[in-house]
T-cell receptor, first 110, second 113 residues
Framework: RKEVEQDPGPFNVPEGATVAFNCTYSNSASQSFFWYRQDCRKEPKLLMSVYSSGNEDGRFTAQLNRASQYISLLIRDSKLSDSATYLCVVTRLGGFKTIFGAGTRLFVKA | GAGVSQSPRYKVAKRGQDVALRCDPISGHVSLFWYQQALGQGPEFLTYFQNEAQLDKSGLPSDRFFAERPEGSVSTLKIQRTQQEDSAVYLC???????????FGPGTRLLVL
């Protein structure tokens, strides 16, 4: 079993839809949590950090449930430009060993 | 300012050749990471440097893989006697002191024939 697991996808949604991605992690000593976005044949880029209190950035909302070891990302009012792979990322205590999920591919269609 | 740069961007090697991949992190970034990304997968952690010290190399898949950062800035990932299974994108990332966001370079696409 992988240390960070994500919905396999792909998700195919129309513009304007709300889509939610889930991620679970197995190492309870995990310290920090992130969502990265990766466009086709490009490098990953930070989308947002994830906190237990939840955080929102425009149309994007991320949540962390430490008890369930579960992370989520909600995208509201999907745009064509949201089409990408979304990577769930966890760092170990100490802050440097970084574990990526396999990613969930999102296609937003007109 | 300039982002993380990597060279070469593409490398084709014959099986058994040695290759060296270079990473230039963002100036002032203390932390440097190397990852291997296979097609359709997320990046897999290879190794981590804090300045010139290699603090974690647990992700290096075999003793054919070696990384260094002798002056705490530029880093080189060397793969000896390349195998076909080494074909992947090799990503480098850096981050500033006391900050966990990683900034990635464009990667080196390695194809071993």
């Amino acid at each position: 079993r992988k240390e960070v697991e994500q919905d396999p996808g792909p998700f195919n949604v129309p513009e304007g839809a709300t889509v939610a991605f889930n991620c679970t992690y197995s190492n309870s000593a995990s310290q920090s949590f992130f969502w990265y976005r990766q466009d086709c044949r490009k490098e990953p880029k930070l989308l947002m950090s994830v906190y237990s209190s939840g955080n929102e950035d425009g149309r994007f909302t991320a949540q962390l449930n430490r008890a369930s070891q579960y992370i989520s990302l909600l995208i509201r009012d999907s745009k064509l430009s949201d089409s990408a792979t979304y990577l769930c990322v966890v760092t170990r205590l100490g802050g440097f060993k970084t574990i990526f999920g396999a990613g969930t591919r999102l296609f937003v269609k007109a | 300012g300039a982002g993380v740069s990597q060279s070469p961007r593409y490398k084709v090697a014959k099986r058994g050749q040695d290759v060296a991949l270079r990473c230039d992190p963002i100036s002032g970034h203390v932390s440097l990471f190397w990852y291997q990304q296979a097609l359709g997968q997320g990046p897999e952690f290879l190794t981590y440097f804090q300045n010139e010290a290699q603090l974690d190399k647990s992700g290096l898949p075999s003793d054919r893989f070696f990384a260094e950062r002798p002056e705490g800035s530029v880093s080189t990932l060397k793969i000896q006697r390349t195998q076909q299974e080494d074909s992947a994108v090799y990503l480098c990332a850096s981050s500033p002191p006391r900050w966990e966001t990683q900034y990635f370079g464009p990667g080196t696409r390695l194809l071993v024939l």
